[in-house]
């Protein structure tokens, strides 16, 4: 009962309490409820004074932007004013001066009718005064006029040739003169120097034991480099010294290359003489067109073919009577140069003509045309002006002069030539001879090389093993012999050697 008593005590006090909590709680929901309230209103109040400010600053605004808007629109409406007044006075000026323009018009028109009037009038007059004159002077208006122009050409003509031979006359008298003034200014202003091209070239060497390498064991290494150049080589009791002896410049240079090459490397022997030919002989080649490009370029000569440009450095190479022939080329161009300024021409035009007038001398083929001839015939297969291969052609007349470019190639080649000690006509001759020996040889079946060596006193002509026997070869030294001896004139005698060589190469793999 006691516990009862208590769980009823302790459920009743519970109950109590509760309801003591709930209506603190109630209250202070009541309180913080007006709280709230209260601070609503206050924001409300609050918000709506805000909103009421910012109505008014807008409603403000707008008033200002109003009024400046209507501002300027009395601004545009008065200039819009002003502008249709200033219309509205052009206007009636241009009506104004439109009246005056047709006031004018109708005057001039009027002007135009009396004066066309006047002019049939007159028209009319001259008529009858043209027929009045036929009919007095028995010819008509047109046939008068050509008398007229005729007895006035008559008058021209003669004042004409009177002018033109009093030009003639002064023309005689200060000719002379003024060619040579310029033929001594154009020499004067062009230096050139001249060495004549020997036939011999010196190779130095370090020690006399080179020499015996050069030859090799039993002379094979020395005879191999002749047969492979066809340059002498003569090695005597001079010190440090080999002569390279042929009449082919290109030849020789390629013994001295090659020579040289030799010496430096240290091995001699024929397998590699025969590699280092081929290499110096494609070198030299290479080196050709390296020597016509040059100069070409120090020419300031533009726009040639490449196989010019090849023919001009083979002029290194090739001698016209002792002179060298690039060397006399360039001169010549030079002097073309300057004479065609002084005479008021094309100096590049007459430059390269002067450049190019010998280039038939270069190539082997067709030897039975003169040079001047060839020369035209390869400048016109390449392309060159119609002028400049005329004057190619025609510094020898054997074809007629066409312009004048022509008369001054002619000229500054004899000028050339004719300096002191410039060629020397015997170096040309037995060069002459010696490529004449070397074509004979080569005119028979089977050759594939010739050499003119020891100054033309032998003749080495090389033959394909697989294209001439023994007895063939023997048959071509004999008939060359005679053959030299009948067609040709030569001091001394010449030794025909016919080299027949068998090689049979096969490779170890």
């Known amino acids: 009962?006691?516990?009862?008593?208590?769980?009823?005590?302790?459920?009743?006090?519970?109950?109590?309490?509760?309801?003591?909590?709930?209506?603190?709680?109630?209250?202070?929901?009541?309180l913080l409820l007006k709280a709230a309230e209260e601070k609503a209103e206050m924001l409300k109040k609050d918000k709506i004074l805000e909103a009421k400010e910012k109505f008014l600053q807008m409603k403000a605004d707008y008033e200002n932007t109003f009024q400046e808007k209507n501002k300027e629109i009395l601004k545009n409406e008065n200039r819009l004013k002003q502008k249709e007044a200033s219309l509205s006075q052009k206007f009636e000026d241009l009506?104004?001066?439109?009246?005056?323009?047709?006031?004018?018009?109708?005057?001039?028109?009027?002007?135009?009718?009396?004066?066309?009037?006047?002019?049939?009038?007159?028209?009319?007059?001259?008529?009858?005064?043209?027929?009045?004159?036929?009919?007095?002077?028995?010819?008509?208006?047109?046939?008068?006029?050509?008398?007229?122009?005729?007895?006035?050409?008559?008058?021209?003509?003669?004042?004409?040739?009177?002018?033109?031979k009093d030009i003639v006359e002064e023309a005689k008298l200060t000719a002379n003169t003024e060619a040579k003034k310029v033929v001594i200014e154009t020499i004067q202003r062009t230096a050139a120097e001249h060495a004549i091209e020997n036939s011999v070239s010196v190779f130095n060497i370090e020690s006399e034991e080179i020499k015996g390498r050069i030859i090799g064991r039993e002379g094979r290494n020395i005879r191999t480099l002749e047969a492979l150049t066809g340059i002498e080589i003569v090695i005597d009791d001079s010190p440090d010294a080999i002569?390279?002896?042929?009449?082919?410049?290109?030849?020789?240079?390629?013994?001295?290359?090659?020579?040289?090459?030799?010496?430096?490397?240290?091995?001699?022997?024929?397998?590699?003489?025969?590699?280092?030919?081929?290499?110096?002989?494609?070198q030299i080649e290479q080196e050709i067109v390296e020597t016509g490009k040059r100069t070409a370029i120090d020419l300031g000569i533009h726009g040639l073919h490449p196989e010019l440009i090849r023919m001009i450095g083979k002029m290194k190479y090739r001698s016209s009577y002792g002179q060298n022939l690039l060397q006399h080329s360039k001169e010549v161009a030079n002097l073309c140069a300057t004479m065609a300024a002084e005479l008021g021409l094309n100096p590049k035009k007459a430059k390269r003509a002067g450049l190019l007038h010998d280039i038939g001398?270069?190539?082997?083929?067709?030897p039975e045309l003169p040079h001047a001839i060839l020369g035209m015939k390869l400048a016109e297969r390449y392309k060159e002006p119609a002028d400049i291969c005329n004057a190619i052609g025609a510094h020898h007349d054997e074809v007629e002069m066409e312009s004048l470019i022509a008369p001054i190639v002619q000229v500054c080649d004899a000028i050339s030539g004719a300096r002191p000690g410039a060629r020397r006509e015997v170096v040309e001759a037995y060069i002459q001879r010696l490529n004449h020996l070397e074509e004979l040889a080569l005119s028979y079946p089977g050759v594939v090389k010739t050499y003119a060596i020891q100054a033309g006193r032998e003749l080495r002509v090389i033959v394909g093993?697989?294209?001439?026997?023994?007895?063939?070869?023997?048959?071509?030294?004999?008939?060359?012999?005679?053959?030299?001896?009948?067609?040709?004139?030569?001091?001394?005698?010449?030794?025909?050697?016919?080299i027949r060589e068998t090689r049979a190469i096969s490779f170890a793999k």
């Open 1 to 30: 009962m006691i516990i009862l008593a208590a769980i009823a005590g302790i459920v009743a006090g519970v109950l109590i309490a509760s309801t003591i909590l709930r209506k603190a709680i109630q209250k202070k929901s009541e």
């Open 95 to 164: 009506q104004r001066k439109q009246k005056e323009v047709t006031a004018i018009k109708d005057n001039l028109n009027t002007q135009l009718e009396l004066l066309n009037k006047k002019q049939a009038d007159l028209d009319k007059a001259l008529k009858q005064q043209v027929e009045q004159l036929e009919e007095i002077s028995g010819m008509s208006a047109s046939e008068a006029k050509e008398q007229l122009i005729e007895a006035l050409k008559d008058e021209a003509k003669s004042e004409a040739m009177i002018h033109i």
């Open 243 to 282: 002569i390279l002896s042929g009449f082919d410049p290109v030849r020789r240079e390629i013994a001295r290359l090659s020579l040289q090459k030799l010496v430096t490397d240290g091995r001699i022997h024929p397998a590699r003489i025969e590699e280092v030919v081929a290499k110096t002989r494609k």
């Open 361 to 366: 001398k270069v190539p082997d083929n067709e």
């Open 465 to 498: 093993a697989d294209k001439v026997s023994d007895d063939e070869a023997n048959k071509i030294s004999y008939d060359l012999s005679k053959k030299i001896q009948d067609e040709m004139t030569y001091p001394g005698q010449i030794k025909i050697t016919v």
